[in-house]
């Protein structure tokens, strides 16, 4: 099976995001903003994957919008963690920017064809 790097990479912050939840609720006891990145942070990769199971480009390119969503919304908790000293990972960060990117690309490269 070819290897696709949207998939790989987002399941692999997913995994990310849940080690940090479990250090915010075990070690800093937060359970607000924890569970709203655990949240955001592993429904990147959930519609990545249904992305790849779309009938069509169009709800493919939809699936992917959402997950460019999930994307921003994980970014901002990531970053009002680290503001407010809960947590700091400049790591989960650049992963987070990365994966904007590369969704965005797909996003812009799917449309561009929906289009043509």
Do not use: P
């Not at 940090?20 to 924890?34: A, F, P, R």
């Amino acid at each position: 099976m070819k290897k696709n790097i949207i998939l790989e990479k987002s399941f692999d912050f997913a995994l990310m995001v849940i080690d940090i939840y479990k250090y915010l609720t075990v070690e800093k006891h937060e359970y607000i903003m924890s569970k709203q990145l655990l949240r955001s942070g592993t429904s990147i990769g959930a519609n990545c994957n249904e992305a790849i199971a779309a009938v069509t480009t169009k709800d493919f390119c939809n699936k992917m919008a959402i997950a460019s969503k999930e994307t921003y919304e994980t970014l901002y908790w990531l970053k009002l963690l680290d503001k407010s000293d809960y947590y700091h990972s400049d790591e989960a960060i650049e992963n987070c920017e990365e994966i904007i990117r590369i969704i965005t690309s797909i996003v812009k490269t799917t449309k561009e064809k929906l289009h043509s």
